[in-house]
């Protein structure tokens, strides 16, 4: 799926629409707020909430709406040309772009990065202490020419730099009065911490030009990790961002809005993309119990989109590499779920699972993974135990460490072995078997 051309008509798990309404009208509003940014930890969907905010403003068609992916630009370890090459593209093929182009190359050309740092003033200052400091003070006043001529030199720089911005900016502010600008800056928080700072500087220093309006997607987080970077930890990182930032609010994957629906969203995502990839059969996923075992393990783990993508993905290699249907080739969940098990642990527990290999097997390692601390008297249940509790009756078997919370009392076993038989597992495991299971689909997937 084309992910920018995707729209909350299709999908809209989080229920954010009302969200990009929101920065639509602040966008749209005669209010100062950009830089804006849209913050969020890694794999909260932030790219997918940014094309399709983009595809929703682009129905009014009021503003020039251009998305700039910085980490696929951080190579060219350009910012100015990033921006600038974007905005070009918007523009029509006629006059406009040629006389747009035409104004703003002499700042391009004269120094992309004195234009950048708006720093001249801050090598002034740096040209002169310099040069004092290397003459001695008996010869300090024979050196006081040698520090005219620096400083009448860095103030011509300085003063044709401020020129050339200048007609950058007038050219720009050209473009923005009959159509406004809003440049969206994707995955700033994955660059090198240099890019990333240089373009927040670009973006304070070039582009205040009216009518021009950034909106960064970023982790703050790790953008404050570039300024200490750059600068390092003496510097106070929240304070320099302060100095660039306007606006910000959290693009959370577990809003308060809805507490529920993050979790509910995940889960309808893993069987929107199991359905798509064909990965799981069609009788597991119509199955109430795999749904409510998918939907303990998505809220146990606090699994994101992109981590439900990233273990959907897992199941797919799976599948390829087995050379079968390995997931279908038993038709019971308990089975399919064994399955699930090895493939989570090579995403998210490998360590565990490199001592189950090894054959050191803790049940309450197993059972901390799982989300199951003990399991219930059935009593105390009053209906089926859940999927997991299930799981970690039959796994227990073939643990050699801490199986006590997982052994159910002498007078339920028969009860438990009814659960385990009559549709779950289709008949009790041999002895290792569901260990064997788990490691097999994970040895599957191993390049060794």
């Not at 009208?25 to 969907?45: C, E, H, Q, R």
């Not at 577990?254 to 069987?271: E, G, M, T, V, Y």
């Amino acid at each position: 799926m084309d992910i920018t051309a995707l729209t909350f008509d299709e999908r809209d798990e989080f229920r954010r629409k009302s969200i990009a309404e929101k920065v639509i009208s602040l966008l749209k509003a005669d209010i100062d707020i950009s830089p804006m940014v849209i913050d969020g930890s890694w794999g909260t969907g932030k790219t997918e909430f940014c094309h399709k905010l983009i595809n929703l403003m682009h129905g009014s068609d009021t503003h020039h709406l251009i998305y700039i992916d910085a980490f696929k630009a951080d190579h060219a370890d350009e910012p100015l040309m990033t921006v600038l090459a974007e905005i070009i593209k918007v523009l029509p093929d006629d006059e406009s772009k040629q006389g747009f182009m035409k104004k703003t190359l002499p700042a391009v050309r004269y120094g992309l990065k004195t234009i950048a740092k708006a720093g001249v003033s801050h090598l002034l200052r740096q040209d002169v202490a310099d040069v004092a400091d290397d003459f001695d003070k008996q010869i300090q006043s024979a050196a006081d020419k040698a520090i005219d001529a620096t400083v009448e030199s860095v103030l011509k720089v300085h003063v044709k730099a401020d020129k050339n911005l200048k007609a950058l900016q007038a050219a720009l502010a050209e473009i923005a009065v009959t159509k406004p600008i809003i440049l969206f800056v994707d995955e700033l928080d994955r660059c090198r911490p240099n890019f990333a700072v240089d373009m927040l500087e670009i973006i304070k220093h070039t582009f205040d030009v009216e009518g021009v309006n950034f909106v960064l997607i970023t982790n703050t987080q790790q953008l404050k990790a570039s300024v200490n970077h750059c600068y390092g930890h003496a510097v106070d990182a929240q304070r320099y961002l302060d100095k660039f930032i306007k606006f910000r609010f959290e693009l959370s994957s577990l809003s308060d809005r809805h507490l529920n629906s993050p979790i509910l969203a995940a889960k309808k995502h893993f069987f929107t993309l199991a359905q798509e990839k064909k990965c799981l059969p069609d009788d597991c996923l119509k199955n109430a119990v795999f749904g409510k075992a998918i939907e303990h393990l998505i809220q146990y783990h606090s699994l994101s989109l992109r981590e439900v993508e990233t273990l959907i993905l897992h199941i797919q290699i799976a599948q390829t590499l087995s050379n079968s249907d390995r997931f279908v080739e038993r038709q019971y969940i308990g089975y399919t779920l064994l399955r699930l098990i090895g493939v989570m642990l090579v995403c998210y527990r490998p360590e565990l699972l490199i001592e189950l290999k090894k054959g050191n097997i803790d049940a309450t390692l197993l059972g901390e993974f799982l989300g199951v601390e003990d399991i219930p008297t059935l009593e105390q249940r009053g209906n089926r135990p859940d999927a997991f509790e299930v799981m970690m009756v039959i796994l227990a078997k073939d643990c050699n460490k801490n199986v006590e919370k997982y052994i159910p009392q002498k007078e339920q076993e028969e009860e438990w072995d009814k659960y385990i038989h009559h549709g779950f597992m289709g008949d009790i495991p041999d002895s290792h078997e569901a260990i064997n299971q788990i490691i097999e689909t994970a040895n599957i997937m191993a390049f060794e």
